[in-house]
C-alpha cells in the first residue's frame, strides 16, 4: 500500500528561523511529488519534484527530491508568520493520476 | 477569476438527509476530484473524472456518487447522512497526463448532527 510519512507533525519557530520539513514515501511507480501549503482553506500548490537531486526554489522556499532514499525536504528561510499553516507532501503514481498524501506538518510561526 | 469554486460552503444537515455539493472550473482541465479531510487534516482521495467517465473509485460508500454533467463541473451527492461524514469536502482538478498539479477549490465544511 502506497504510504506517505512526514515529519515533525507540527514545529513552533521564530520569525526569522529555518526549517526543515521531511517528506519519505513508498509508493509503486513513482511520478512525482508535490508539496502544498494549506492555511485556512484550500490547499495551494508550491512544487512539484519528479527527478532527484533537482532543487526547485521560490523565494524563501526550496525542495529537494531523493529517489533513492525515497524522501523529499521543504526548506523555509527567514521565516514569517505568513508562512504558518499546514505543509502537505503528495505522492502520485504513474497512470494513476491520484495523488497519495502525507498527514501534513503544521508550522506555527512565533513574532 | 475563481479557477476551482465549490458551493456551499458551509452545509449543516442533520442525519438521514440527503445532500449535494457542486463544483466548478474555469481553468480547462478535465479531470476532475473530490477529496474528503478528516478533523486531522487527513486529505483522502473519493473521486476522480476524466472526460466524463470515473477513473478512479475508492472504497467511499455507495451512498456517495459523483455526478458530472460537462468537464467543468463535478457534484457529489450524499445519500443518507451520517455523523461519520462530518468533514471537509474539496473538489480538484487538473489536466490528466500533462502534469500532476491539482489545483483545489475553497472546500465545503458538511456538519451532520
Known amino acids: 500500500e502506497d504510504k506517505v510519512v512526514q515529519s515533525p507533525l507540527s514545529l513552533v519557530v521564530h520569525e526569522g528561523d529555518t526549517v526543515t520539513l521531511n517528506c519519505s514515501y513508498e509508493v509503486t511507480n513513482f511520478r512525482s511529488l508535490l508539496w502544498y501549503k494549506q492555511e485556512k482553506k484550500a490547499p495551494t500548490f508550491l512544487f512539484m519534484l519528479?527527478?532527484?537531486?533537482i532543487e526547485k526554489k521560490s523565494g524563501r522556499l526550496s525542495s529537494i527530491l531523493d529517489k533513492k532514499e525515497l524522501f523529499s525536504i521543504l526548506n523555509i528561510t527567514a521565516t514569517q508568520t505568513g508562512d504558518s499553516a499546514v505543509y502537505l507532501c503528495?505522492?502520485?503514481?504513474?497512470?494513476?493520476?491520484?495523488?497519495?498524501f502525507g498527514t501534513g506538518t503544521r508550522l506555527t510561526v512565533i513574532p | 477569476d475563481t479557477a476551482v469554486s465549490q458551493t456551499p460552503k458551509y452545509l449543516v444537515t442533520q442525519m438521514g438527509n440527503d445532500k449535494s455539493i457542486k463544483c466548478e472550473q474555469n481553468l480547462g482541465h478535465d479531470t476532475m476530484y473530490w477529496y474528503k479531510q478528516d478533523s486531522k487534516k487527513f486529505l483522502k482521495i473519493m473521486f476522480s473524472y476524466n472526460n466524463k467517465e470515473l477513473i478512479i473509485n475508492e472504497t467511499v460508500p455507495n451512498r456517495f456518487s459523483p455526478k458530472s454533467p460537462d468537464k467543468a463541473h463535478l457534484n457529489l451527492h450524499i445519500n443518507s447522512l451520517e455523523l461519520g461524514d462530518s468533514a471537509v469536502y474539496f473538489c480538484?482538478?487538473?489536466?490528466?497526463?500533462?502534469?500532476?498539479?491539482?489545483?483545489f477549490g475553497p472546500g465545503t465544511r458538511l456538519t451532520v448532527t
Open positions: 503528495a505522492v502520485e503514481s504513474t497512470g494513476a493520476n491520484n495523488l497519495f
Open positions: 480538484a482538478s487538473s489536466q490528466y497526463g500533462r502534469d500532476s498539479v491539482q489545483y
Open positions: 519528479t527527478s532527484s537531486g
